[in-house]
Nanobody, 120 residues
Framework: QVQLVESGGGLVQAGGSLRLSCAAS????????MGWYRQAPGKQRELVAA???????NFGDSVKGRVTISRDNAKNTVYLQMISLKPEDTAVYYC??????????????WGQGTQVTVSS
């Protein structure tokens, strides 16, 4: 059993910053890519940022230049630092991880989501 536990969401004023964390726990052989997606009401889930185990990073177009993603492989944890937040960044943010629970058994896992609300 694998769990992704997110923390760090909340209410922030426009122009502010937030740091989200997501820790993977359970029966883990290895963690490949980890990342963050978000979904605003009435919109499709979209990529915010993702990072592979060797540090390659991919950003969503809407947040480029305003987010930093990092990970601690020893803790199976991924972090998302967001700055210059805008009201349109308001969404539920979901942690995502590609995890090998035993050799050659790989699945995508999702966290429960954390709400980020940016007030104008």
């Amino acid at each position: 059993q694998v769990q992704l536990v997110e923390s760090g969401g909340g209410l922030v004023q426009a122009g502010g910053s937030l740091r989200l964390s997501c820790a993977a726990s359970g029966t883990i052989f290895s963690v490949n890519a980890m990342g963050w997606y978000r979904q605003a009401p009435g919109k499709q889930r979209e990529l915010v940022a993702a990072i592979t185990s060797d540090g390659r990073i991919n950003f969503g177009d809407s947040v480029k230049g305003r987010v930093t993603i990092s990970r601690d492989n020893a803790k199976n944890t991924v972090y998302l630092q967001m700055i210059s937040l805008k009201p349109e960044d308001t969404a539920v943010y979901y942690c995502n991880a590609k995890i090998e629970t035993r050799q050659y058994l790989i699945r995508i896992y999702w966290g429960q989501g954390t709400q980020v609300t940016v007030s104008s």
